[in-house]
């Protein structure tokens, strides 16, 4: 069994999964940290860059570049690294879409609780305490949008609606047109 010794990483199994970043067997300690200090370079990459580092020619820099195929192994490396990225970018933006989803839940409940809340009010004639009826919609309508769009179902197709609600002590002589308003609000409400 043959046994490569990795910078950092004392013994490695040369028989496991190597990557073609890894040292190759026969790479020189001081031809790897070229190549190391290449692939680590990213958008950057100029073997000009890695003489100076190491302070030694461009053309020995060149000849181990072509002997230990960096250009091909940075390749493999930038796809590896990219996949990576791109796997993390994809479980936060699930994450995300949950999180919203949630919160639009949330956001939802509360809108819920205020209209509770409002109608207790109406019926005994007080006004909101915490809510207002424009906060109320408001709510509704953000929450209602945050959770069509955490679940996929951004669209607008599902029209727009508005809420008007205006609450002001009755005049004496308008009691008929409060229980006539209060019984389209339950009425509607049923209807949902």
Request: glycine share 6%; hydrophobic share 40%.
């Amino acid at each position: 069994m043959d046994l490569v010794r990795e910078p950092g990483n004392g013994m490695q199994n040369s028989q496991a999964e190597e990557k073609p970043w890894d040292r190759r067997p026969g790479e020189s300690a001081k031809a790897y940290r070229a190549f190391a200090l290449y692939r680590d370079k990213q958008a950057d990459r100029t073997f000009e860059f890695v003489a100076g580092v190491l302070e030694c020619s461009g053309t020995n820099i060149r000849r181990w570049a072509k002997r230990w195929d960096w250009i091909g192994r940075v390749r493999a490396y930038d796809i590896h690294s990219d996949r990576i990225e791109l796997d993390a970018l994809s479980r936060d933006r699930l994450a995300m879409k949950k999180r919203m989803a949630r919160q639009g839940i949330d956001m939802q409940a509360a809108a819920a609780d205020g209209l509770s809340e409002l109608l207790r009010l109406i019926k005994r004639k007080k006004r909101p305490l915490r809510l207002s009826a424009s906060d109320i919609a408001r709510l509704a309508e953000v929450g209602g949008k945050l959770e069509r769009y955490a679940r996929g179902e951004d669209d607008e197709s599902y029209g727009t609606f508005e809420i008007r609600v205006h609450i002001d002590d009755p005049l004496p002589d308008n009691a008929e047109d409060l229980a006539a308003a209060k019984d389209a609000v339950h009425a509607s409400l049923r209807e949902r």
